[in-house]
Every structure is written in structure tokens, then in C-alpha cells.
């Protein structure tokens, strides 16, 4: 399981205790953060911290964020593949299928322009 959660600033509330919850779960998290997103809560959000999150400052870079998403959600499908295969758990019949949830906030300051490139940007992913 992946989640992909799209922020373009930061957050209200703490994001830890939710983060925390959804990584007890064994949901890898992938965080991008567009715009005025805080660093430091992306790398909260994102399992494993150290490799999957991304801030981009406009949003044509985060288009051509879209190939190496893409690449990180192919190579996570494989290791957990690999895993199940190695663990003698019940793999799948192809390492090209998984549960992956784009979550996209709601931010009023994302504009339309912006929510044409995001639009662009999920189309490219998937």
C-alpha cells in the first residue's frame, strides 16, 4: 500500500500523530509538497523519511516531478513483491499491482493554474 499526499503549504494541525498511525499500518508514504510546504513536515509525513518526499517550488517542476514518482511507486511495488516472495508470504500475481491512494489537499492558494498542472501531474503518475 502507498499513499501520495500533495500539500502546497503547511499544515494547520500536528501531521505526527497521523503519520505515525499510517506507517503502524505498513502504508509507505510518499510526500510532495508544492509552493509554501514545510520541508520539515514533509520529511514527517514520508516513510521511509529519508527517500520519499520532494518539495518543488513551481508547479511546471512538479510535472516533470511526475517520472520519478512514478519510478519511486515502481520500486516500492517490486521490494514489497520481493519481500512477500522471500517471507513465503501470499504474493500477487504481478508486481505491477497495488493499493495507491492520491491524497490532494485542499488548499485555496493552489490556484487554477496550478490545479491544471496537478491534474497533468496525477494523469502522468498513473
Not at 45 to 74: C, D, H, M, R, W
Amino acid at each position: 500500500q502507498i499513499a501520495v499526499i500533495i500539500t502546497s503549504e503547511s499544515s494547520r494541525d500536528n501531521v505526527i500523530p497521523a503519520a505515525r498511525e499510517i506507517r503502524s499500518k505498513g502504508v509507505k508514504v510518499i510526500s510532495i509538497g508544492v509552493k509554501n510546504s514545510s520541508l520539515d513536515e514533509l520529511k514527517d509525513i514520508a516513510f521511509p523519511s529519508n527517500q520519499f518526499y520532494f518539495q518543488v517550488n513551481a508547479g511546471e517542476a512538479f510535472v516533470e516531478l511526475s517520472n520519478k514518482i512514478s519510478s519511486t511507486i515502481k520500486m516500492t511495488v517490486q521490494e514489497e513483491f520481493q519481500f512477500r516472495e522471500s517471507s513465503s508470504q501470499t504474493a500477487c500475481q504481478s508486481d505491477s499491482i497495488a493499493d495507491i491512494i492520491f491524497l490532494v489537499d485542499g488548499s485555496d492558494n493552489i490556484g487554477a493554474i496550478n490545479f491544471q498542472l496537478l491534474r497533468i501531474f496525477l494523469h502522468n503518475v498513473i
